[in-house]
């Protein structure tokens, strides 16, 4: 009977220990907040202006960029959280996150990022030296973010722009395409939209705690965001049609039908407006793009008739 007790306790210990480390990969996996990895859809930008949407090599080595950042970026959150971990336990919905709740142990999240960093520039590497330069600028510059930058007011919210520039560039390098000076300039204004609507959330949702929770959030207002908002906004979609209707992108693709394609981000800055003002949404750029169908529709649809008029037979 007792060696029979001991084999009972010793399964229900090995059934505990399985599930326990099931857990912690639940945790690690969820902090690398997969559903943040569609911001890095931006690395497919090189592949469809560049028209080498039908080659399949340059398709297989930007869908090896796009790995690669989701990796990198990964490492990211984890950094950025266990540096937050002590504030983002005084934030009403940070406070759930598998570091600050203390379901993920620090030192389990940091050799975790370390190993997924090592990992993530050696395949950025194996892609090439210069996508591998570019994959570390952004790792370091998110790093830099993660710690000094985020604390200095317009530059916190000017590297998270930089960051996406960073995306669109290593996927043009990836695909060995020609860096569009229309492409950076369109992608860090549409980000930085973003980032300073993300800003303003954090500040309506906090109200008069947002200084406590983050000492940045202090340095602004719903006023003075919406002023920056407004004046972003506007070169965004000015940016956009002169892109549109530029003689060098009509002879780049040999059409001037590119103005066809202007309702949508016309609609699409509109709608998250809308969102960000009337529905108090913006918090996750990324869970706005995922749940909303109207702004989901308007990026697809863009996508779309951009790709048809890019590669229409001629």
């Not at 202006?49 to 989701?70: K, M, Q």
Request: with cysteine.
């Amino acid at each position: 009977m007792a060696r029979s007790t001991s084999s009972s306790v010793a399964t229900s210990g090995t059934a505990h220990h399985a599930v326990s480390e099931r857990s912690r990969a639940l945790h690690i996996f969820l902090s690398l907040r997969p559903a943040q990895w569609s911001k890095n859809l931006l690395v497919f930008a090189g592949l469809l202006f560049g028209r080498r949407l039908f080659d399949p090599a340059a398709v297989l080595e930007a869908v090896l960029a796009f790995v690669v950042f989701c990796d990198l970026s990964g490492v990211v959150y984890l950094v950025n959280d266990v540096a937050d971990r002590d504030a983002d336990r005084r934030h009403p919905l940070k406070a759930q996150r598998s570091i600050a709740s203390g379901a993920l142990p620090v030192p389990v999240a940091v050799g975790v990022a370390l190993g997924l960093g090592a990992v993530g520039l050696a395949v950025a590497y194996a892609i090439g030296p210069a996508f591998a330069g570019v994959a570390a600028g952004y790792l370091a510059l998110q790093l830099l973010y993660s710690f000094p930058l985020k604390h200095i007011v317009i530059i916190d919210v000017l590297t998270i722009a930089i960051g996406f520039v960073l995306r669109a560039v290593a996927g043009a390098v990836a695909v060995h395409v020609e860096i569009s000076h229309w492409l950076l300039v369109c992608t860090i204004l549409l980000a930085l939209f973003i980032a300073l609507a993300k800003r303003r959330h954090e500040i309506v949702l906090l109200s008069a705690g947002a200084a406590s929770h983050r000492p940045i959030l202090g340095e602004y207002s719903p006023y003075l965001l919406d002023q920056m908002i407004g004046v972003v906004t506007a070169s965004t979609l000015i940016s956009y049609i002169f892109y549109t209707i530029s003689p060098e992108t009509q002879a780049k693709f040999g059409t001037s039908w590119l103005g066809l394609t202007i309702p949508f981000p016309l609609y699409g800055i509109f709608r998250y407006l809308y969102l960000v003002h009337q529905r108090e949404g913006g918090g996750s750029p990324a869970d706005l793009l995922l749940t909303d169908r109207p702004l989901l529709t308007c990026v697809a649809l863009w996508a779309l008739t951009v790709a048809l008029i890019i590669y229409r037979p001629v």
